[in-house]
């Protein structure tokens, strides 16, 4: 659902940009396409930019970094965005072949976050893969529902992939919202299919930027939500991790990624999606699921 609306998005956008180049500027077809292009990457700036925004507004205590440190990691999350919302999710069937399960003792599942798909995983499952391990995704829909609405479907892809695999147990590695499905599953069901969870930049705590999110989903992540006071009192069954970044561009104050009993891994230097395109964070899920 999610790379069909935005490749229609995507086309929708490109051809309004070309229409008003072309015929209300007389511009011409090279010209209107360059225009299209323009207004394609500007509008993602400003997004990004409202992050950013919002980062700077509600903070929480974070390493300093240089300026050239603090430049590359702008221009990171800007070229993640662009790799993710532009160039992956609308082609997902060109980046994400159909997932590739084999016979496996502890398959990993990657669950994504809000208005994403599993397309986000694109580059971490090649690494995950090439250090061996059995990985498996999942498309949640629709968008912006209620996180607990997706819950059925994460545990009807556990249940397929130990049954495909033989497994009994599965590892749930989650990015952003997708730790807090993981979170609502396991309060659900237990511990039975669930080995361990890895969270990445997660809003355990909710993050102030939901306030400007559409869908049921966006107001259960706002701090202090009704849905978030629920969770928060169950507490998590299974060995966690929390990889977070102390200077999250979507989930603020940052430190509302911690979780309390958790091992908390800190990346410092980096933003909320292209923690999803690191190596440090390859390097830490491949270390966390030995």
């Not at 059995?134 to 545990?155: D, E, M």
């Not at 989650?174 to 807090?180: N, P, Q, R, T, Y």
């Amino acid at each position: 659902m999610v790379p069909v609306a935005l490749l229609v998005w995507l086309i929708a956008e490109s051809a309004g940009y070309i229409l008003l180049a072309r015929y209300l500027f007389d511009t011409t077809w090279a010209g209107a396409g360059v225009v299209a292009l323009g207004g394609l990457l500007g509008v993602r700036a400003v997004i990004v930019a409202v992050t950013w925004s919002y980062a700077r507004a509600y903070p929480s205590p974070a390493p300093r970094l240089s300026i050239v440190a603090w430049l590359r990691m702008l221009v990171g999350e800007y070229l993640a965005f662009l790799m993710g919302f532009v160039v992956v999710m609308p082609f997902e069937r060109l980046w994400m072949a159909p997932d590739r399960l084999r016979p496996s003792a502890r398959p990993l599942i990657l669950v994504h976050g809000y208005g994403c798909s599993r397309g986000v995983w694109w580059w971490l499952r090649a690494r995950l893969e090439a250090a061996g391990h059995t990985v498996a995704s999942v498309s949640l829909y629709p968008p912006y529902t209620s996180i607990g609405k997706l819950v059925p479907q994460l545990r009807q892809r556990i249940e397929e992939v130990c049954r495909e695999t033989g497994a009994e147990q599965v590892v749930l590695i989650a990015h952003s919202m997708g730790g807090l499905v993981c979170r609502s599953y396991l309060a659900r069901h237990g511990v039975q299919r669930v080995e361990r969870l890895v969270t990445i930049a997660s809003p355990h705590v909710g993050t102030e930027l939901a306030r400007i999110g559409i869908g049921q989903n966006a107001r259960e992540m706002e701090p202090g939500s009704l849905w978030l006071r629920d969770l928060a009192t169950e507490a998590v069954p299974v060995p966690t991790i929390s990889i977070r970044t102390p200077h999250d561009n979507y989930v603020m104050p940052q430190d509302n990624q911690r979780l309390p009993d958790a091992i908390d891994v800190e990346l410092a230097g980096i933003g909320h999606l292209a923690v999803l395109y690191s190596r440090r964070t390859a390097a830490e899920l491949i270390a966390a699921c030995r």
